[in-house]
């Protein structure tokens, strides 16, 4: 019976995944880190959108709270509300239409555009 090669496993593995975004996205070991978005802009979304209501961010002022999950090491989770895979895409449409993804989630839709849920996605990748 023939070996498989290890090289073999991982193109089959791996030809599923998501491939990286244009634009400059950045990986920290294996993921993916940044969606081609804006991380200062981000930032500054992430508080007048008034995410930090719901989610505690370490090291913010304002984002101290529990409703929410706290988004401490976002960028090393595996999946996005424990159910959907933490890649760049997937985080973009999360952020954009969050009941379309999990319509039992108590994250509500925030009617952002792509551009703005990106650059919150940048941001969030931060949170290394």
Same mark, same amino acid.
């Given at each position: 019976m023939p070996l498989i090669s290890t090289a073999a496993?991982?193109?089959?593995?791996?030809?599923?995944?998501?491939?990286?975004?244009?634009?400059?996205?950045?990986?920290?070991?294996?993921?993916i880190t940044s969606p081609s978005?804006?991380?200062?802009?981000?930032?500054?979304?992430?508080?007048?959108?008034?995410?930090?209501?719901?989610?505690?961010?370490?090291?913010? &002022?304002? #984002? +101290?709270?529990? @409703?929410?999950?706290?988004?401490?090491?976002?960028a090393r989770r595996a999946f996005i509300s424990g159910e959907i895979p933490n890649t760049p895409r997937m985080l973009v449409r999360w952020i954009m239409d969050p009941p379309g993804l999990i319509s039992s989630t108590a994250m509500p839709r925030l009617n952002m555009?792509? &551009?703005? #849920? +990106?650059?919150? @996605?940048?941001y969030l990748y931060t949170l290394d």
């Open positions: 496993i991982c193109a089959v593995l791996l030809s599923d995944c998501e491939a990286p975004m244009s634009g400059g996205a950045s990986t920290i070991g294996n993921f978005g804006n991380a200062r802009r981000g930032v500054r979304l992430f508080d007048q959108v008034g995410c930090g209501v719901c989610h505690t961010v370490p090291g913010t &002022r304002r #984002a +101290r709270t529990r @409703a929410g999950p706290s988004l401490n090491l976002f555009n792509e &551009r703005d #849920a +990106r650059d919150i @996605a940048a």
